[in-house]
């Protein structure tokens, strides 16, 4: 039941209360209408919301971002790889708590966050942004799920685009020429550059990861440093594979598993352990970046190293199903997405093809005629 009553304020004042029950049939009210139309007004809303399920607890409202954002985190922990939900945490911690954890959900409004966005924007890249916005409107749709409000604020935005990277591709000499001057690193550069792994898929193999017999690197795992600690993993795609290897790949790793044990690493730094990863920041130059400046390769990341052997696959005739089980992409789709410029000379072949036979059959009819 529901109803509307005067009262008088402390001021002696009259005022309206509407009274109501919530869906749990709780008694609650909602005062300080100095008109009953108001009132009135306010309880036809709230009987609609009522009747069809759109009712929103104004108690809920007032729960703070702070209160939501540790139960969102833990949702996300048991789906995420370490490192996307060490990002996570990072970005709640720097961004998201400090400028909205004291806020109440229902108080928070589309241009405010826009603002927010924008004013990131300017100063960081568009990772950061996206990374940002992304947590807040993760707890913001968690919250409209649980029926805390009605429309999630974050959604409907303009929000930076990430920006392609220009690839770096090496040619097969200059990835031999690369690995020979990383010295006790050549056959990692060497797995790297022909091979395709990724860094934490390369640096956590063992030696009962590589099938001489075979000829087959089996990658089933990865090494991923997370707030200085190495943590081990199922690879990127959550699926381990094969990946053949050339001969020079193959005898360069006969000498590094030499001696070893099955369950050792294949690649140890000097003091033992993972090899570390080497920094893109040419301020912090490791082995990579010395080897670089020394055969005057222009600067490229140790990932680049993947994309170049994307390139010598394709070149040496792999088809896009071929580089895909070599990457370890999901879908076939993900790996013409991301090197579809690759295939630009096939796109050239197919259609110098098509011109050829269209003009043997031009002049066919040519001397019908």
């Not at 509407?18 to 709780?26: C, E, G, I, L, N």
């Amino acid at each position: 039941m529901s109803s509307i009553e005067p009262y008088k304020t402390a001021k002696g004042e009259k005022r309206w209360r509407v009274r109501y029950r919530k869906p749990d049939h709780s008694s609650t009210d909602k005062r300080g209408f100095k008109r009953k139309r108001d009132a009135e007004d306010f309880l036809a809303r709230l009987t609609a919301g009522l009747n069809d399920g759109s009712y929103i607890d104004p108690q809920k409202g007032r729960v703070t971002i702070a209160a939501l954002g540790p139960e969102w985190l833990k949702g996300k922990s048991a789906v995420l790889k370490p490192s996307s939900y060490h990002a996570l945490e990072v970005s709640w911690n720097k961004w998201v708590k400090p400028q909205w954890g004291r806020r109440a959900i229902q108080g928070i409004r589309k241009s405010e966050i826009q603002t927010w966005v924008s004013e990131i924007a300017s100063e960081r890249s568009a990772s950061i942004v996206l990374r940002a916005h992304g947590v807040l409107g993760g707890i913001l749709e968690m919250a409209k799920n649980d029926g805390m409000i009605r429309a999630n604020p974050a959604e409907g935005l303009d929000l930076p685009r990430k920006k392609a990277k220009p690839r770096h591709y090496l040619d097969a000499q200059q990835v031999i020429d690369l690995a020979n001057e990383c010295g006790e690193y050549r056959p990692l550069v060497l797995v790297l550059g022909f091979c395709g792994l990724r860094w934490g898929e390369a640096i956590g193999l063992v030696n009962d990861d590589i099938d001489f017999a075979k000829n087959r690197i089996h990658v089933r795992r990865s090494a991923t440093r997370v707030a200085g600690k190495v943590v081990v993993g199922s690879p990127k795609s959550g699926k381990g594979r094969e990946v053949p290897m050339p001969r020079i790949v193959a005898e360069s790793l006969q000498e590094a598993c030499k001696g070893k044990h099955s369950d050792e690493l294949v690649f140890t730094s000097p003091q033992g352990g993972y090899v570390k990863q080497q920094s893109n920041d040419r301020r912090h130059r490791g082995w990579f970046h010395k080897a670089l400046d020394k055969l005057g390769i222009p600067p490229m990341t140790v990932h680049d190293l993947r994309h170049t052997a994307a390139s010598i696959a394709v070149h040496n005739g792999a088809n896009v199903k071929v580089l895909q089980r070599m990457l370890g992409h999901a879908s076939a789709a993900m790996t013409l997405d991301r090197y579809a410029d690759l295939f630009d000379k096939d796109l050239d072949d197919v259609f110098g093809s098509l011109d050829a036979e269209v003009s043997t059959i031009m002049q066919h009819a040519q001397r019908v005629d």
